[in-house]
T-cell receptor
């Protein structure tokens, strides 16, 4: 079974530009999450999808961040316009509602975003 | 979700057992203890979880005190590949809630 895949693995953009991160969850996982770790800080929750619906977006820092999950499969996280403080590692995770109890979440390897 | 307290760092000799403590004195009756780890440059990895009974799987053992205010993750034979940051998280085991990562314990396995 393929794991959670994130693309790109690294991205370097200039302040003010737009970047789109992509996450492909494990096939069949209804739940998809975005987390991030900005430099020197803890890993923080951003938002949670159940299929194509946003279940909880309380962690989204501001309206420069837009997450979508059209069709309930892969998800994108767009940052527009990017600011220096957006630099960090963005993680995606997925889980099966029925198997969550036993297996927790599966995380991807993350996208390292650097805004210069 | 209840807050957890972990030591910032620990060392362990290769081949020996690594015992990572976690305090969660405000844990509620319906909250579970989860452990994740993050190996450098990778995403967090689920290890184990439990409610009140001790648990064991192929990766580790989890010992929870009777009053549930603390727990210990045990890696029975630590290897160099176990060097990572280990996170103790308490949360309700329902639906799909987000995880609150703290600062964790940086475990260094020494050859």
């Amino acid at each position: 079974e393929a794991g959670v895949t994130q693309f790109p693995s690294h991205s370097v953009i200039e302040k003010g530009q737009t970047v789109t991160l992509r996450c492909d969850p494990i096939s069949g996982h209804d739940n998809l999450y975005w987390y991030r770790r900005v430099m020197g800080k803890e890993i923080k929750f951003l938002l949670h999808f159940v299929k194509e619906s946003k279940q909880d977006e309380s962690g989204m820092p501001n309206n420069r961040f837009l997450a979508e999950r059209t069709g309930g499969t892969y998800s994108t996280l767009k940052v527009q316009p990017a600011e220096l403080e957006d630099s960090g590692v963005y993680f995606c995770a997925s889980s099966s509602t029925t198997l969550l109890a036993n297996y927790g979440y599966t995380f991807g390897s993350g996208t390292r975003l650097t805004v210069v | 979700d209840a807050k957890t307290t972990q030591p910032p760092s620990m060392d362990c000799a290769e081949g020996r057992a690594a015992n990572l403590p976690c305090n969660h004195s405000t844990i509620s009756g319906n909250e579970y203890v989860y452990w994740y780890r993050q190996i450098h440059s990778q995403g967090p990895q689920y290890i184990i979880h439990g409610l009140k009974n001790n648990e064991t799987n192929e990766m580790a053992s989890l010992i929870i005190t009777e009053d549930r205010k603390s727990s210990t993750l045990i890696l029975p034979h630590a290897t160099l590949r176990d060097t990572a940051v280990y996170y103790c998280i308490v949360r309700v085991k329902t639906g799909a809630n987000n995880l609150f990562f703290g600062t964790g314990t940086r475990l260094t396995v020494i050859p």
